[in-house]
């Protein structure tokens, strides 16, 4: 599995690289994958650390992945895929988070597993 992560804005670089995009954004993504927007506001406005906000976050992804463990099923079925999310490069942003949580899945489960990074005007396939 090779994964990379991408701005939301910067999508048609995956298109032109014919990377298809897995949206993790709280409004229009994946539910099973996207943080909750009521969390995402409050991050903004200051009133969850980035900590607290990345602890709800992963809880989250914990549900999600005993309850509905075929949605997550599914993503690994993907060969090469980009993570979505509106989130600036160089911020925190879940994204990243969703990464690190589909590489210690992949491990766990003998998933050969590699983060490629930003998708950039400078990426190649």
């Given at each position: 599995?090779?994964?990379?992560?991408?701005?939301?804005?910067?999508?048609?670089?995956?298109?032109?690289?014919?990377?298809?995009?897995?949206?993790i954004?709280?409004?229009?993504?994946?539910?099973?994958?996207?943080?909750?927007?009521?969390?995402?506001?409050?991050?903004?406005?200051?009133?969850?650390?980035?900590?607290?906000?990345?602890?709800?976050?992963?809880?989250?992804l914990?549900?999600?992945?005993?309850?509905?463990?075929?949605?997550?099923?599914?993503?690994?079925?993907?060969?090469?895929?980009?993570?979505?999310?509106?989130?600036?490069?160089?911020?925190?942003?879940?994204?990243?988070?969703?990464?690190?949580?589909?590489?210690?899945?992949?491990?766990?489960?003998?998933?050969?597993?590699e983060y490629?990074?930003?998708?950039?005007?400078?990426?190649?396939?």
């Amino acid at each position: 599995m090779r994964v990379y992560t991408v701005q939301m804005a910067k999508h048609r670089l995956c298109t032109r690289l014919d990377i298809p995009i897995i949206d993790i954004t709280a409004k229009s993504g994946i539910v099973e994958f996207a943080p909750v927007i009521a969390d995402v506001m409050r991050f903004k406005k200051g009133e969850l650390s980035w900590d607290v906000y990345v602890d709800i976050y992963l809880s989250k992804l914990r549900e999600t992945y005993g309850a509905k463990k075929f949605v997550w099923t599914r993503l690994f079925q993907h060969q090469t895929f980009a993570v979505a999310c509106f989130c600036p490069y160089g911020k925190n942003c879940h994204r990243y988070v969703f990464v690190e949580v589909l590489k210690k899945i992949a491990e766990h489960n003998n998933i050969a597993f590699e983060y490629l990074g930003d998708v950039t005007e400078d990426t190649t396939v």
